[in-house]
């Protein structure tokens, strides 16, 4: 089992760019979960998916983040334009949804200059 | 809204010492409460868990008591090690569909 995988796991952009964050999650997972976290805010709920339908998005902090899940295996989480207030370290996890305990990825520090 | 709240950090203790982590919660229903440890560099992992009231979670010497009278879930170990060092965070899953983070603890154990 590879765990959830997510790539890059360093950004380095500057402000006004797009940026993609990639996750893989576990196969056979059915819930898929983005957070950011920083020093001040500690780790925010982004939003969440059930069967690649995405349930609650109430945390995402506003239209420049969106997120999809076009397939059970593959989400992307894209930040256009980034600002530097973006700048976090952000991982995904994955659930098989019973018991729910979730498995986190490394994570992708981005840096917004 | 459903939440936890856990005792602020740093926490420094020589090694063999006695560890507490204060974790309380507020939920409507009877959510389910979990402890994860972050080590530096890499995302949480599942340290306990517990699913109802008295449920007693316990991984790698660490324990934590589901008390519904208390609203309270803390982690506690008896002799904590320098490995222990990392970011604990106490966590609520209040319908199985989320999962709600406290601010995470910081924990130093000296040699």
């Known amino acids: 089992d590879a765990g959830v995988i997510q790539s890059p796991r360093h950004e380095v952009t500057e402000m006004g760019q797009e940026v993609t964050l990639r996750c893989k999650p576990i196969s056979g997972h059915n819930s898929l979960f983005w957070y950011r976290q920083t020093m001040m805010r500690g780790l925010e709920l982004l939003i969440y998916f059930n069967n690649n339908v995405p349930i609650d998005d109430s945390g995402m902090p506003e239209d420049r983040f969106s997120a999809k899940m076009p397939n059970a295996s593959f989400s992307t989480l894209k930040i256009q334009p980034s600002e530097p207030r973006d700048s976090a370290v952000y991982f995904c996890a994955s659930s098989p949804g019973q018991g729910m305990t979730l498995h986190f990825g490394n994570g992708t520090r981005l840096t917004v200059t | 809204g459903d939440s936890v709240t856990q005792m602020e950090g740093p926490v420094t203790l020589s090694e063999e010492a006695f560890l507490t982590i204060n974790c309380t919660y507020t939920a409507t229903g009877y959510p389910s409460l979990f402890w994860y440890v972050q080590y530096p560099g890499e995302g949480l992992q599942l ?7 008295d449920d007693k979670g316990s991984n790698k010497g660490f324990e934590a008591t589901y008390r519904k ?26 319908n199985n569909n989320d999962m709600r983070f406290g601010a995470g603890t910081r924990l130093t154990v000296k040699p």
Do not use: M
């Open chain 2, 47 to 53: 340290l306990l868990k517990a699913t109802k009231a």
């Open chain 2, 69 to 94: 009278e208390t609203t309270s879930f803390h982690l506690e170990k008896g002799s904590v090690q320098v490995s222990d060092s990392a970011v604990y965070f106490c966590a609520l899953s209040p």
